[in-house]
């Protein structure tokens, strides 16, 4: 039983989408509940043999309502493992799996450095909650260090699985005839951000270093792929992308279901953001032969090697993003690099079997313990 909190278009769904499919292939029996939410992805999950399910949790009082029909599951189909993702789910997973007596055969996945662990009665009950998983799988050193300290999660449960991704897709996508359709020029620079409009993000920074970048590179347009379903912060990036003029310098495309093609169309790929799990749409990019440019945060140098696939720069400093833009856009051969060197590095350290694999280690050791 895989229970995760939202099942739109965002990385820990789409590394649920990954494992799932991978856990199927090697002859095991994977069902998704979510809690909240339109579930973009889950026709994805059923196309691919996947059953999913939702335990409605969108008000604020209907948690308790949640953990009762979750716990009514567990119970009738005696699931051998369950496995939650993000912070609401973890939680209602947590004591579901303990009233229905299944809180042996729990593990959890930790995709983000979340900053409601920062506050210290969130990260005591996320500590007491914890307590009952069998093992904590985290996408990186850094979230495992985050987790532990502010958390409250023991050491000697965390393992460390970076996400996996399938790299042909990326590798093999075609433009096709997406500048066309944009209206963007050939001797445009196309910068990419493939991003869930929300504060963590800091779209606004992003478009001030577009806006300062315009100065030394006219022909800089930004694509933005994402959309903010459960706030306004779209809305205040396009407003914010208004006051600066950018006019049809920042296009804002949506959710789109071909993001392979945007980053074919693409001459690097960017986020802004204040933290960061891990980001699988880095490895997306990377794979995508694009050199990034990324704010240095969380887990981000732990899979954008600084210089040799890309440049990271300090968060909250629009002028410095804007010169690593420049610094690629004026050099081409330099952007180039970058790319091929990203799609090597994605292909060495994060191929998708090893991320399968690696999981179901895990999986496999917590239902032999129960």
């Not at 890309?310 to 081409?332: E, H, Q, S, Y």
Request: with cysteine; aromatic share 6%.
């Amino acid at each position: 039983m895989e229970v995760i909190t939202t099942l739109g278009v965002g990385g820990a769904e789409m590394h649920l989408l990954s494992l799932t499919r991978g856990l199927l292939a090697r002859g095991h029996a994977p069902e998704v509940f979510y809690l909240k939410g339109r579930g973009e992805l889950a026709q994805d999950f059923l196309r691919s043999g996947i059953p999913v399910q939702k335990i409605s949790m969108e008000g604020a009082g209907e948690a308790a309502r949640a953990i009762y029909r979750l716990s009514s599951v567990m119970r009738r189909s005696k699931p051998d493992l369950i496995h939650t993702h993000l912070l609401k789910a973890d939680a209602v997973g947590a004591v579901a799996s303990f009233f229905a007596g299944r809180s042996g055969r729990l593990v959890s996945s930790k995709h983000n450095d979340e900053r409601a662990l920062l506050h210290p009665v969130f990260g005591r009950v996320h500590g007491m909650l914890s307590s009952l998983d069998r093992a904590v799988i985290v996408l990186s050193d850094h979230v495992g260090g985050f987790v532990a300290e502010h958390g409250r999660v023991s050491p000697r449960k965390i393992r460390r699985v970076y996400y996996g991704l399938d790299p042909a897709r990326f590798e093999n996508a075609s433009a096709d005839g997406l500048r066309e359709e944009l209206r963007i020029g050939a001797d445009e620079f196309v910068i990419t951000c493939v991003a869930r409009f929300a504060p963590q993000k800091a779209h606004t920074v992003l478009l001030d270093a577009l806006s300062k970048t315009l100065q030394s590179v006219p022909r800089a347009r930004l694509l933005l792929v994402g959309d903010d379903p459960f706030g306004d912060y779209r809305k205040r990036a396009e407003e914010h992308a208004r006051s600066l003029r950018l006019n049809e310098r920042a296009l804002f495309l949506g959710i789109r279901r071909d993001v392979p093609r945007i980053l074919a169309a693409s001459d690097l790929f960017t986020m802004s953001s204040l933290w960061e799990g891990l980001g699988l749409v880095f490895l997306e990019a990377m794979a995508a032969r694009l050199p990034v440019v990324a704010t240095n945060v969380s887990a981000v140098p732990e899979v954008v090697p600084h210089g040799r696939c890309g440049l990271l720069v300090p968060p909250n400093d629009a002028d410095v993003m804007a010169r690593a833009f420049v610094n690629i856009a004026k050099r081409p051969d330099r952007g180039r690099s970058m790319g091929d060197a990203g799609r090597v590095w994605v292909r060495e350290r994060f191929g998708i079997d090893r991320m399968v694999d690696e999981t179901l280690a895990i999986l496999e050791s917590v239902v032999a313990e129960a």
